[in-house]
Nanobody, 115 residues
Framework: QAQLVESGGGLVQPGGSLRLSCASS????????MAWYRQAPGKQRDLVAI????????YIDSSVKGRFTISRDNAKKTVYLQMNGLKPEDTAVYYC????????WGQGTQVTVSA
């Protein structure tokens, strides 16, 4: 059964850093372009970043460009999101999925940026 498990979120002060992880099981995630998404309270889920099957970042949202980096380790079936220079507006639940969102969504990981 396909499963995505996000982790690494938490409470951080503005300017801080977090590294999110997304572990996949039961699916061949290494054969899919993968993405990170986020959903702030009361807002729709938005695309943050995309990485190709070969590990090349293919898209980064303008709001996080220069601060966030997506990467992956296919051997570990894990996708990462390194987040630096965090801002209060980055507060959201972060999810990973394929670029078409066809894998059952995980629970996400909460990121809260606050002083």
């Amino acid at each position: 059964q396909a499963q995505l498990v996000e982790s690494g979120g938490g409470l951080v002060q503005p300017g801080g850093s977090l590294r999110l992880s997304c572990a996949s099981s039961g699916i061949f995630a290494e054969n899919r372009d993968m993405a990170w998404y986020r959903q702030a309270p009361g807002k729709q889920r938005d695309l943050v970043a995309i990485i190709t099957t070969g590990g090349r970042p293919n898209y980064i949202d303008s709001s996080v460009k220069g601060r966030f980096t997506i990467s992956r380790d296919n051997a570990k079936k894990t996708v990462y999101l390194q987040m630096n220079g965090l801002k209060p507006e980055d507060t959201a639940v972060y999810y990973c999925n394929s670029v078409v969102g066809d894998i059952p969504w995980g629970q996400g990981t909460q990121v809260t940026v606050s002083a």
